[in-house]
């Protein structure tokens, strides 16, 4: 895999430099709520426009229904893109369009511009083949060389990621190479013990990495929504707390597995439960109470792991060599719901492990929660694209950036 370092030795001066990035931060109208995602691509963009390119970065945005829709605009990160560089950034407002390839054209030697949503035109996600390679066609014509930079993308066989390199000069960008290398830390030559935490809302979502982490980690701690589908796998009641009935059979497979490889899977042994969801918009106070793992009332759900569960998974954290957390153990968007999730972070940083964030909402708590980014090994910027890499597929971004 090339690197922007040989590219840049190359020269980039005058050239334009498509670089797919993951602009995909969340919004709160048109205010961004986490710009983490922005700020992961800034070394790119500023050592390409450093040395004279003409950059055009390019991402999606949310899921629009292949045409513009006015709630998925690039323009807020267009305009957090220039904050952050101190300087202007252009913005088309298509993609391939009569503006794109005007504001390109009107870029000069170490500018910057933003395409607006990929996913504004349908190609982007085109299942056929022809009609990605079509809209692949019309973003080469834009630029001469192109840098893969849009981790929290390269798990998708997308136009962008995948179609476009084929078209043109590539290399990969300094933030997709910091997560391959992560990755292999955590699959090719592991520091053990090696403790996984999973949390998340569904447990269907996790199974296959399950799967994969059945064969290779020390420790399998679980947490969030997809806890109470374990607890049931062991006879437990779970109340009215999040629960996949379909998914008991896998789950008590697994349980079987990791008892006969070895594996310390580890569920709650407490838990913050509630009557209802609280609400996440004006974070009102919420009803209350920790019980029992084992035996949580019909009439209440499960929405945070308990006290005695966060310092059981602290100890079992605090000793690890290497630690991957992917997945919120609560509704940590809530205060009343946000302990455990909290205190997995804290145990974290605490650790003098290789610590791992892996990407998506646990990056999103961990800044949420007011945590210093550099206090953990790595924040991903991909949990899909983390987990799938885990799970041993092939990433279709990372292949097509492959010479």
Known sequence: MKTIDELLAEGVTG??????????????????????RIRAVLPTVKALAGAGARVVVASHLGRPKGAPDPAFSLAPAAARLGELLGAGVAFATDTVGESARATVAGLGDGDVAVLENLRFNAGETAGDDAERGAFADELASLADLYVGDGFGAVHRKHASVYDLPARLPHAAGY????????????????????????????????????????????????????AYTFLRAQGHEVGASLLQED????????????????????????????????????????EHGTVDAGAIPADRQGLDIGPKTCELYASKIADAATVFWNGPLGVFEHP????????????????????VVGGGDSAAAVRTLGFDENAFGHISTGGGASLEYLEGKTLPGLAALED
């Open 336 to 355: 009343d719901f946000a302990g455990g999730t909290r205190s997995i972070a804290r145990a974290l940083v605490d650790s003098t492990a290789f610590t």
């Open 247 to 286: 998914q008991v059979p896998a789950v008590k497979e697994y349980l079987e597995r990791a008892e006969a490889n070895g594996v310390e899977l580890v569920l709650p042994v407490d838990v913050v439960a509630a009557a209802e969801f609280p609400d996440l918009r004006t974070k009102a106070p919420a």
């Open 175 to 226: 933030l997709i190479a910091a997560e391959v290398a992560v990755l292999r830390k955590l699959t090719e030559d592991v520091e053990r013990p090696y403790a996984v935490v999973l949390g998340g809302a569904k447990v269907s979502d996790k199974l296959a990495v399950i799967d994969s982490l059945l064969g290779r980690a020390d420790r399998l701690l679980i947490g969030g929504g997809m």
């Open 15 to 36: 050239r334009r430099v498509l670089v797919r990035a993951d602009l995909n931060v969340p919004l709160d109208g048109t205010t961004i709520t986490d710009d983490g």
